[in-house]
């Protein structure tokens, strides 16, 4: 997500929020974008991978917009599915300047 009132012409890390913590994109703390300025960042990233499987419900993935039955995290009214949350880790490791490891 974006921080409310930024600049759309001169986005900074600030401007960045992780839609599950509100955090703000920095060096220190990797994100993964998703659809229409929607993130999460490595914390939460770990979070989700951590938690354990939650039964099947109908909800709409924040990073893929898709209508999901396979919810990973939940938090602060955001929802990430275990697709987006799998590729998000994937995305995460092949960078080598994340620093980011499972």
Known sequence: ????GCDPDDMTELDFLCDFCGRDWSVAQPFVEGH???CVCGACLRQALAAPETPPTGFRCNLCLEDRQDLALSAGGARLCRRCRDRSARTLERDPESGWTR
Do not use: C, I, L
Not at 1 to 4: E, G, I, K, L
């Open 36 to 38: 229409h300025g929607s």
């Open 1 to 4: 997500m974006h921080r409310p």
